[in-house]
T-cell receptor
Framework: DTGVSQDPRHKITKRGQNVTFRCDPI?????LYWYRQTLGQGPEFLTY????????KSRLLSDRFSAERPKGSFSTLEIQRTEQGDSAMYLC?????????????FGPGTRLLVL | GNSVTQMEGPVTLSEEAFLTINCTYT??????LFWYVQYPGEGLQLLLK?????DKGSNKGFEATYRKETTSFHLEKGSVQVSDSAVYFC??????????????FGQGTRLTINP
């Protein structure tokens, strides 16, 4: 068990470009979450999957954002037409159902800088 | 709505000092409460948790007690080390119900321990 992994760890892009991030959860974790963390703030919830179903989306997730988890394993988060306000750390977390369902385990994050 | 308020930082202490980081919450129902720690350049790590009133979470010398009467979950450590320097986040997760799968974080408290 290698923990939650995210790729890339850093991304610099120009305003207006599209970016895609990947998250690989802990194997057998059926729940996967995306959060965004801006400088000096705590993480804010973006969206959540149980298996391949996207069950909840925050109002923070504008039309330019889309997340998928096609086979119930890894997930991608795409941001279209990036804006400078999208610059943040994007965190992925996963959890189990069952006895330890309340604990979310976080990946190292993808730091996005939009120029 | 649900919210978490943390003691404002940064907090600077000398090694072996006693640490308290205050955390209070607002929530309906009976949330689970968490402390996460973020070391420089790393992702969020679960430090400790408590799932019901009067539970005490503990790990690595840190403790926090779930106090429903004061809606608090203060983090304490009797003798801090330089290696404890990090950002600490208090978080809640709502009791299991529709849309309850997200963590709500405080703004974080940066702790620096000087030798």
């Amino acid at each position: 068990d290698t923990g939650v992994s995210q790729d890339p760890r850093h991304k610099i892009t120009k305003r207006g470009q599209n970016v895609t991030f990947r998250c690989d959860p802990i194997s057998e974790h059926n729940r996967l979450y995306w959060y965004r963390q801006t400088l000096g703030q705590g993480p804010e919830f973006l969206t959540y999957f149980q298996n391949e179903a996207q069950l909840e989306k925050s109002r923070l997730l504008s039309d330019r954002f889309s997340a998928e988890r096609p086979k119930g394993s890894f997930s991608t988060l795409e941001i279209q037409r990036t804006e400078q306000g999208d610059s943040a750390m994007y965190l992925c977390a996963s959890s189990l159902t069952g006895l330890d369902w309340k604990t979310q385990y976080f990946g190292p994050g993808t730091r996005l800088l939009v120029l | 709505g649900n919210s978490v308020t943390q003691m404002e930082g940064p907090v600077t202490l000398s090694e072996e000092a006693f640490l308290t980081i205050n955390c209070t919450y607002t929530a309906t129902g009976y949330p689970s409460l968490f402390w996460y720690v973020q070391y420089p350049g790393e992702g969020l790590q679960l430090l400790l948790k408590a799932t019901k009133a009067d539970d005490k979470g503990s790990n690595k010398g840190f403790e926090a007690t779930y106090r429903k009467e004061t809606t608090s979950f203060h983090l304490e450590k009797g003798s801090v080390q330089v290696s404890d320097s990090a950002v600490y986040f208090c978080a809640l997760r709502r009791a299991l119900e529709q849309g309850a799968q997200k963590l709500v974080f405080g703004q974080g408290t940066r702790l620096t321990i000087n030798p």
